[in-house]
């Protein structure tokens, strides 16, 4: 089937520390790979993305990494703040014109 | 540009009342879609359409319709609403497809049925 698995589901980490997020697919044709965040109440909204031809793609506190063969990738942020506080989705598209998502993880910032 | 625009925010049903959840976008998107987002299970694919006068199932189609008559709208109908619709709907548009190019998403409209 078409799925996206994401984990964690929760992730607590310290104000500085670096949080990683992971995601895998089952479709092979699956040729892009947005992250969305999304704060308490508000809309998902786009914060990087990564094509199949490309194995990794930075912006600043940000990097996201793809590993076609197996099938994964994964959001990497450095230097976390209390503001990067959010849920976090992954998705990937999938035949017929479709964009799945994951589950989502809910990433806790301590100051 | 007003980007997508959701109406209505909030709204209470009764079960096997219908109603239509409105989506309109003003962007000239040739790609729009709906999301169901529970919690626990991220966002949900329900319809999605590429272009007016074409419409096509997402992963949780059954009990909502959709048409795509225009451009700039995409309403979601529910024929005859249950419990298990209780949710937050989405309205997402693109200027490429679902496989090159980002979403961009609505408010939200927090659907309750009692």
């Known amino acids: 089937g078409e799925n996206v698995e994401q984990h964690p589901s929760t992730l607590s980490v310290q104000e500085g520390d670096s949080a990683v997020i992971k995601c895998t697919y089952s479709?092979?044709?699956?040729?892009?790979f947005p992250w969305y965040k999304q704060e308490l109440g508000k809309r998902p909204q786009l914060i990087i993305d990564?094509?199949?031809?490309?194995g990794e793609k930075k912006d600043q506190r940000i990097a996201v990494t793809l590993n076609k063969t197996a099938k994964h990738f994964s959001l990497h942020i450095t230097e976390t703040q209390p503001e990067d506080s959010a849920v976090y989705f992954c998705?990937?598209?999938?035949?017929?014109?479709?964009?799945?998502f994951g589950a989502g993880t809910i990433l806790r910032v301590k100051s | 540009n007003a980007g997508v625009t959701q109406t209505p925010k909030f709204q209470v049903l009764k079960t096997g009342q219908s109603m239509t959840l409105q989506c309109a976008q003003d962007?000239?998107?040739?790609?729009m879609s709906w999301y169901r987002q529970d919690p626990g299970m991220g966002l949900r694919l329900i319809h999605y359409?590429?272009?007016?006068?074409?419409?096509d199932q997402g992963e949780v189609p059954n009990g909502y319709n959709v048409s795509r008559s225009t451009t700039e709208d995409f309403p979601l109908r529910l024929l005859s609403a249950a419990p298990s619709q209780t949710s937050v709907y989405f309205c997402?548009?693109?200027?490429?497809?679902?496989?090159?190019?980002?979403?961009?998403f609505g408010n939200g409209t927090r659907l309750t049925v009692t």
């Open positions: 997402a548009s693109s200027p490429g497809t679902a496989n090159n190019s980002p979403l961009h």
């Open positions: 479709d092979s044709a699956s040729n892009y």
């Open positions: 990564i094509r199949s031809n490309v």
């Open positions: 998705a990937a598209s999938m035949r017929g014109n479709k964009l799945v």
């Open positions: 962007m000239n998107h040739e790609y």
């Open positions: 359409s590429v272009g007016a006068g074409i419409t």
